[in-house]
């Protein structure tokens, strides 16, 4: 009998069953998600095509972060003359995600073309957003299944064209809205991070950075990330005074 229990606690080896498989299946609606979204979201980058939206006024900001550099200008506070007489945009404006792509073409020895850097960047960051909400889930401690389910439906989202986090404020047929596809990932990723460091007190570092990035990226979702830490912060107080 004692040996019987024994064994229904400690099945053998050979039968128990192959965590890796089961892992490989549970991330399996993750990445048809993102391949989905890889297929689709293929023409961003693919079709050479001028852009309609908010597009093309980035790509200068693009250019003109390059040309700072190149000129060894402030990358930070420089004149933009594209905008009617001229303004220091870089100095008002939220401008980490132009010059990323200044960055990446000297690490690519100026061999890529500034332009297809842009769009593959907007089209690898529409593509993986699923991998970017089912970490943050994670991290905030959601359950392996609830994680893999809020990833795989992620590129669903939708609204009635109110800019939020639906692809048609990025796609060329929509806004453009570069700064922000930056910025919703890095939101995410904030939330998590602050979320881990109320509750384990641990991580500052990357909270430090990714909350920096939410703000570097577009100011109107730092705010939004403002909001999230506060209610957080009482979540926090609250848990804590419940033990």
């Known amino acids: 009998m004692i040996v019987e ?3 229904r606690q ?5 039968t128990r069953p192959n965590l890796s498989w089961v892992r490989a299946l549970q991330s399996l609606p993750v990445v048809l998600a993102i391949l989905f979204n890889l297929v689709m979201l293929w023409p961003e980058f693919s079709v050479p095509v001028p852009s309609l939206n908010d597009d093309a006024e980035h790509f200068l900001f693009v250019q003109r972060a390059d040309s700072a550099f190149s000129g060894g ?3 930070f506070d420089n004149w933009s003359p594209v905008l009617e007489l001229g303004f220091p945009q870089f100095f008002y404006y939220q401008h ?3 010059l990323a792509i200044a960055v990446l073409y000297r690490l690519a020895l100026k061999r890529v073309s500034l332009l297809i850097l842009f769009n593959l960047v907007r089209y690898l960051l529409m593509a993986f957003l699923p991998l970017t909400v089912w970490w943050s889930m994670r991290t905030m401690g959601f359950s392996a299944v609830a ?12 609204s009635n064209y109110l800019y939020g986090f639906e692809y048609n404020s990025y796609v060329w047929r929509g806004y453009g809205m ?3 596809l930056w910025a919703m990932h890095f939101l995410f990723i904030a939330t998590a991070c602050l979320q881990r460091v109320l509750k384990r007190g641990t991580g500052y570092i990357a909270a430090i950075l990714s ?4 703000v570097l990226s577009d100011l109107m979702y730092a705010y939004m990330l403002g909001i999230m830490a506060a209610i957080l912060f009482l979540l926090s107080l609250r848990k804590g005074a419940g033990t």
């Open 10 to 14: 400690h099945p053998p080896a050979e």
């Open 73 to 75: 200008e402030n990358p």
């Open 178 to 180: 570069y700064t922000q």
């Open 5 to 7: 229990i024994r064994e």
């Open 147 to 158: 994680s893999i389910i809020g990833a795989a439906f992620s590129p669903f989202i939708s």
């Open 211 to 214: 909350c920096s990035m939410v």
């Open 96 to 98: 980490v995600p132009h």
